[in-house]
């Protein structure tokens, strides 16, 4: 289930960026394009995140009430969930024949800006291979935010927990 709810939070934040994105999009000015971009990246961050940190916090007051630890293999995967869709996509898009490029940059709504600086076209033939290799690290975000999120509120968490008891 928490693999399932962590796809549909990306998810989440993919639709509220694509139109925060697609809103902005209409100008073709640089400054509007940089801020939209900031805007559905910190959309990605702020959503995933906060749903990260719920998610350590409820594992934190799971383990204290049943007296078991925490997996440690549960945030990674939900981290991997995380990026899963974005991974995917890039795959396609790498290794594919299709006109993939379009479809992409809608399945990572948050970084469809970011990625309108790399090329601004809409056709996969547009795209050179470093261009798509330069897209490749951003498939990692939502799940390096992921786990930023879950840790530094376990972290912060246990540590206080650590500091009541003393």
């Not at 995140?49 to 995967?77: E, Q, V």
């Not at 299709?98 to 970011?114: A, C, E, L």
């Not at 076209?121 to 470093?130: Q, R, V």
Request: charged content about 15%.
């Amino acid at each position: 289930m928490k693999i399932f709810k962590t796809l549909l939070t990306v998810i989440a934040a993919d639709i509220l960026s694509l139109f925060i994105g697609l809103t902005l999009a209409g100008s073709s000015t640089v400054i509007f394009r940089v801020i939209s971009a900031i805007c559905t990246v910190g959309i990605l961050v702020c959503v995933l995140g906060n749903f990260a940190a719920k998610t350590a916090l409820a594992d934190i007051k799971s383990a204290r009430l049943s007296k078991k630890k925490l997996s440690p293999a549960m945030p990674l995967i939900m981290s991997i969930s995380a990026s899963f869709p974005a991974v995917c996509s890039w795959l396609i898009l790498r290794y594919s024949d299709i006109d993939f490029y379009r479809w992409h940059k809608i399945i990572n709504g948050y970084f469809i800006q970011i990625y309108n600086f790399i090329n601004p076209d809409a056709s996969s033939s547009a795209l050179t291979s470093g261009q798509i290799l330069a897209m490749l690290p951003l498939s990692f975000v939502p799940a390096a935010v992921f786990l930023a999120g879950y840790y530094i509120t376990y972290f912060k968490e246990r540590e206080a927990n650590h500091a009541v008891k003393q």
